[in-house]
């Protein structure tokens, strides 16, 4: 009774691929399977080590629970630590992105030191944190001192980009005008600069104050201060319970770390 | 006839207006905020510079260490390139096989965690519970974890990247699908299909351009964290890094060095053009 | 076409519907269709239509009350028997909810979810009859050609009919359509009500039809009713919609004025006040 189905209509139908045609479907699947098995055999993935894991993992998570919150005062301590290193870093990282973001602005920094400036960015943005962390180690030897530098680099790397982008896409026609008027450098910075970019920024400050705090979890791995050297010491210790205390805690601190941050910038709009 | 009424209202026709001397931006509430914010900022900045204790003196002979420590970088030892090799290749190993498996993972995470298509409070906060946990808990502290399970080596590295990487998916893949029209579900709900095969045919396709770009995203991102994964004998390449590091090999350092630079700088060159051919 | 002779295909008896926020969208509605027709709801914002068209396939659970579809009660339903219930029941709606990312064929052969199974029907793999119907419907609502095409690319009047296809796949026993042609043009409109009293007589299912234009209404249905603050308050044939009744139902007004221009006093006289 529905259709009446003349036999003028085709009967099958396949829907498009998402690869534009069946072969490079089965391409991808082919190369995507080729690459799977590839990469585990060449990793030397031992899957009776696997299986044996498996029964550890629940034995590591059952002395997990309860978290072990006793020792309250060196979990503080971590924490405190790790905050402090991350406010600190911010603020340094703050200042040393200024000049690094005006030598990175195509349209006001000289060629020679835009290039420059732009070739230290793309190699710092690179490596990963925990690398820088474990040269300043070398240099500042054990302590909040190292974590504190490597943020604070990281950081300025980050914000003198953000900074040099921001100063690329603003208006030129007010730096223009300013200019116009026979302002200094300076002038045409704090006139025509600083108003164009100053909301955006304190934004992404805020943004990487929270991204410090995460990372200054982790740099305590290599030994550069924070809560990361109490948690890689519980986990070394087989301290299992402490440990879980201490993940807790960061989980805690970063979700509302997060949180500041979400509304700290919607404010600043 | 608004130009006539405006003048006599305003009573403008005063013979001499006095104009105010001083100017100020802004109200003396919002002067009040900015200086609040800026007090708070330098006290906790005072705070933790001074609770940090830091030895200036180290500050004394720092330029002369470094200088120290580049002399002793270079040249390149290139000789050691050829032994770098098989670690670079197990790194892009684990942030693939690892960020694979998140995806996998990801996407029931995600149906879970976004308003529209959890079940009811209880997964909606199960949901959330794993994006919180996922997300907060760096990828290298997740290698801590995976090591102490599986012992030193990659199958901790791919866990801990897959760890990470689940919350990060998910949680903007449960942002997608919430965006997701409610009429265009509610088409399809119509028609009496079952749950799976509304979020199936109704949802999936909407979102998959952005599950796909998240992905690759992550997955560059994770070329990076793998970099350093081998600090914590969770594999790759940073396992020779730290090794060389604490032998004083500074020639042998910055060949891996290089080496990091060109692959993180390839995957996310890879990355950017994938993402841009997708969208 | 399914109905055991003398039983109603569609009998709703004593309906009503509460929100949580306490707005009472229908207060005891009571509504018989007895044969294939085109059934025009017709009523000002917020007098219910859409809330009644709704609770007929219980997108929106209705308070109290009955839906006796071909004998059966579709609010007593658990949810699978809801599900069934729905495969019976083809909808259309006024933003065509097309799923825009995949094609058309993929949209209209989403009509025929309810009798595949979960992988088949993520994989489209559907039976050899239901794709000859969906191409004959294509063809029949004039979109020939365009099974390939993705449904972000059409028009609001080929979306329209791409919807219709994928509710007449379902094969249904009731069409319910929900403002159909307020988003598309006047001419749009006009071909797509006539496609579907077409197809009303043709496959002999009922529609009905909530409707915003009074003058689409009279022209295209058999069968008008007026609903005012969810009470029925007319229902008969269009050529017995009077002005009185539209009054009735919409409240007074002068309706022999034309539509055109009688805005600009009103506003003269409120901004001269």
Known sequence: MSATASPAYPTTWRPPSLFGSRRRRFIFWAAVVAYVI?????????????????????????????????????LLSGMLESIQIAIASTIVGALLAIPIGLAAAANLSPRPLYLLARGFIVVGRTFHEVIIAIFFVKLFG?????????????????????LAEDIENMKEGPVEAIRATGASFGQVVGYAVVPQVMVKQLGVLIYRLDANLRHSTVIGIVGAGGIGQTLSASFSRYDFDFSSAILLTIAALVALGEWFSDWARRRLR | MKANANPRRDGGAEPKRSYPDTWERHTPRERLTQWLWLIGGAFAAVWSVSALDIEWAFFADAHVQAADLIQRMWPPRWSYLPLVVRPLIETIHIATLGTMISIVLALPVAFLAARNTTLNQGTWLIGRAILVLSRSINTVIWGLLFVAIFGPG??????????????????????AIEEVEAGQIEAVEATGAGTFQIYGVAILPQILPVLIGTSIYRWDINVRESSVLGFVGAGGIGLLLYASINQFAWSQVLVILIAILAIIIISEALSAYVRSRIT | MTAPSGMPLLRIEALEKTYPTGKRALAGVDVTIDRPQVVAIIGSSGAGKSTLIRCINRLVEPTAGRILLNGGDIVALDRKGLRAARRRIGMIFQEYNLVERLTVMQNVLSGRLGYVGLIASLRYRFPAEDIQAAFALLDRVGLDGYHNQRADALSGGQRQRVGIARALMQRPDLL?????????????????????????????????????????????????????????????????LTDEVLSVIYGDEDWTLPGEGDDEPATALSSAS
């Open chain 1, 142 to 162: 054990f302590g909040p001192v190292a974590g504190l530098l490597t943020l604070a680099v990281s950081s300025a790397i980050f914000l003198g980009k953000m």
């Open chain 2, 154 to 175: 990659p199958v901790a590295g791919i866990c801990a990247v897959a760890a990470r990487s689940v919350g990060f998916i998910a949680k903007l893949v449960a942002e």
């Open chain 3, 176 to 240: 319910l359509l929900d403002e159909p042609t307020a988003s598309l043009d006047p001419k749009t409109a006009r071909q797509i009500m006539r496609l579907v009293r077409e197809l009303v007589s043709e496959r002999q299912t009922p529609a009905i039809i909530n409707i915003h234009d009074v003058a689409l209404a009279k022209a295209y249905s058999d069968r008008i009713i007026g609903l005012r603050d969810g009470i029925v308050v007319f229902d008969d044939g269009p050529a017995e």
């Open chain 1, 38 to 74: 590839w990469s585990v055999s060449d990793l030397n993935i031992d899957g009776n080590r696997i299986l044996a894991g498996l029964p550890r993992a629940l034995d590591i998570f059952a002395r997990m629970v309860p978290p072990d919150f006793s020792r309250w005062e060196m």
